[in-house]
Structures are given as C-alpha cells and as structure tokens.
C-alpha cells in the first residue's frame, strides 16, 4: 500500500537462518589497536548476530565476490571467521582499521569515535557492498540485499492536516532507530513516545495539498514493516557540546513491537536481546565502549577489548545501555 515493489529480490528472506547453525563457546576477544573500543563493539555485536553470522560463516558473498580493492562483506565474512573458527583468544581487527576511511570518512586511526555512528557507516558499507556489481537497481530493491532483509524495516509517517483532515502516508526505510530518551524511563516508553503523534506548526507548517496553504498539521511515524533484528540508540548526547544524559534507562530481555506498528491489531511481534553497547565516562566526547553478547552457547559474555568473561542476564538488564540489539 503505497510502497512500490521491487522489480527484483537480490537475497532470497527464505534463505536466512534466525538460529545459530553450530553451538559453541564464545569466539575471541579484540585487541584495542588504540582508542579502536568503539569499533571492537561493534564488530562483536554483529559477529553474535546470528543471522548475519550464519550468512558470514557460509561464505556465500566471497564465492561470488568479483569487487576489486574495499569490500566491507569480505572484510566482514574474514572477521567473523577469524574470531568464530580460530583457537586464539585474541584477534586484532587490523583490516577493518587498516579501511576506516573506506568504511566513513570521520573516522580515523588512533582517534576516538562513537560507537553509534560506526555502526551506521558499517552497515551502510556492507550494504554498499552487496549492491555493487547490480547496476541500476531501483529503490526498492535496493532494500531486498541480505543486509535489508535481517536489519531492515519500514517506518509509515502520517501526516494529517488539522484543518481539512486530509491524510498524506509516506514510507522509508531504516536499519536502526534513534529514540530520544530525555524525558522516557524506559525503552517502551521511549518507543510509545516515538510513535505518539506531534504536531507540525510555526517554522515546520506544510503545505496542503487539498487546503493549498500552509497549515498547521499532525505527523506519527509508527514502524511499519518489522525487521528480523530491531537495532537502537539510545540517545545520549543532551546537546552538541557532548553533555551526556547519563541515567539508566530500563529495557527488556524479551520486547513486543506489536504496540508501535501501524496496525496495532494482531499476534504480538516478540523480539530476545543478544547484544547491546554501553558507554562508560562522564560526558559524549571521551570515555570507554564495551559490550555484552549472548554467544551461540545461550550464554552472556561482556566483551571489553581483549577480554571476554561470562556473565548472567541480571547484570545485562542492569547496563547504561547506549545501542541494544534485539532478534525476532
């Protein structure tokens, strides 16, 4: 309804594997190669993505591989080969910061990033990577990739003219969600806060089409296609000076996004945390990244560079969570 079908499915979803397909102890942990924290998060994070990792492990994109120089998915598939396959109990990432440049152009060598906006430039790389070599490709099979069919979704954002009532729908696509978390206490009512309608006036009035003026309208953006794992921020940063807001924000081991889609109606759509991202340090603009993941085992592990110790879920439930990630 109002999306246009892609001409073409460039991963069949049939073919992605919600379970892990072997059972193991953890992998390895990552060696700090300089202030690399908030890449090592990451890479653990989507290593202990099952889906992702099954696909990795199967080797499936480097067969079939033919790009010449930078390609984030063989980067990737080397990754999590190494950490997942290999007896060391310490692995350094050197090509993923070997091509940081590559992967976004803020990032560099021996200086600090943030862990969020790695995370972004990673996936928007891998999904780079499976698009090159498909040329003219439109829209919307570009959200057909394997990377689309395990991270992405649909946000429907309606806007609704206060005047004459006349309703406007719109879809776009994400791979992760940023939910303000200044007034929320929790991860659900961040997420019923992201769903509530808002009302666009003053400097953001649209215009309407059947009114013809600028009016006074209500916009509410719900999710309207779930993804296979749900990925979100928890935003941190109170401004641009890098005050951070600090406080303990609950979430769930098991969450339903059934109450913030468009159609509420319906089975609940539940989702198990196995990863999430914490920052530690007093403001946005220094500080330290690790990570909690739950390996194939069934087992949590907190993974902080090089070390990688068990854990239980109470201790994961009790985090300054900054990115969380939930499975179907």
């Known amino acids: 309804e109002g999306m246009a079908l892609p001409q073409r499915i460039l991963f069949p979803p049939e073919e992605i594997c919600m379970d892990w397909q072997q059972r193991q102890r953890p992998g390895a942990g990552l060696c700090n ?12 994070c989507l290593t202990y993505t099952p889906p992702l990792a099954n696909y990795l492990l199967s080797r499936d994109h480097s067969q079939l591989c033919h790009r010449q120089g930078f390609c984030m998915m063989c980067i990737m598939e080397a990754h999590v080969r190494k950490v997942l396959r290999s007896s060391a109990n310490v692995i350094w990432p050197r090509a993923v910061v070997r091509d940081l440049k590559f992967i976004g152009e803020e990032f ?29 490709v439109d829209i919307s ?51 019923e806060n992201f769903v509530t309608p808002k009302n666009l006036d003053g400097k953001y009035c649209l215009k309407c089409s059947k009114c013809e003026k600028k009016v006074t309208a209500s916009k509410r953006v719900t999710v309207h296609h779930v993804p296979k ?34 159609d509420t109606a319906g089975e609940p759509l539940l989702y198990s945390l196995y990863a999430l991202v ?33 854990c239980g879920i109470h201790a994961v439930l009790r985090q300054q969570a900054y990115l969380l990630f939930y499975a179907r």
């Open 33 to 44: 190669l300089g202030s690399t924290c908030y890449i090592n998060v990451i890479l653990q």
């Open 229 to 262: 794992v749900f990925t979100v921020c928890l935003e941190r940063a109170a401004d641009h000076t890098g005050r951070k807001i600090s406080k303990i924000v609950e979430y769930p081991e098991y969450l339903d996004l059934r109450p913030y889609m468009s």
């Open 108 to 136: 560099e060598p021996d200086m600090a990033g943030d862990a969020y906006e790695f995370l972004r430039c990673a996936l928007e790389a891998m999904q780079r990577a499976c698009l090159s070599g498909s040329s003219d």
């Open 141 to 191: 099979s570009q959200t057909t990739t394997i990377i689309h069919q395990i991270f992405g979704g649909f946000l429907k954002s309606r806007v609704t003219c206060l005047r004459c009532q006349a309703v406007s729908d719109s879809y776009k696509a994400f791979l992760h969600v940023l939910l303000d978390i200044k007034a929320p206490s929790s991860l659900t009512k961040a997420l």
């Open 278 to 310: 914490v920052h530690s340090g007093d403001t946005c603009l220094d500080g330290h990244f690790f990570c909690y993941t739950k390996a194939s085992n069934g087992q949590w592990y907190k993974m902080d560079d090089e070390s990688v110790d068990n």
